[in-house]
């Protein structure tokens, strides 16, 4: 019924800036929602951004204060700001909504991040 896509993968230089965007369809509201996960090799899939009660960013330690995400209620769209990446940041990354109980998921997108 719902249908997550991400777009903005790609390889950058450590240092370096990225976007992610992920667009929703399908059975899906404003009112749901939507956050970011990450997964590396070899390593368990893990909440990178979310939003909190008040509108604002809860992030993994591992990247807060350099990644920022935001909300597009009107497209029914969330984004993910990456600065200053770091090798470690290399992961495939997930747009992720659970709607009325059920987990969905976008393809991933790769992230690739250069010493």
């Known amino acids: 019924q719902v249908q997550l896509v991400e777009l903005g993968g790609g390889l950058v230089q450590a240092g370096g800036s990225l976007r992610l965007s992920c667009e929703a369809s399908g059975r899906i509201f404003s009112t749901n929602a939507m956050d970011w996960y990450r997964q590396a090799p070899g390593k368990q899939r893990e909440l990178v951004a979310a939003f909190t009660s008040d509108g604002s960013g809860n992030y993994a330690a591992s990247v807060k204060g350099r990644f920022t995400i935001l909300r597009d209620r009107a497209r029914i769209a969330v984004y993910l700001q990456m600065n200053s990446l770091k090798p470690e940041d290399t992961a495939v990354y997930y747009c992720?909504?659970?709607?009325?109980?059920?987990?969905?998921w976008g393809p991933g997108s790769h992230v690739t991040v250069s010493s």
């Open positions: 992720h909504s659970n709607i009325g109980g059920r987990d969905y």
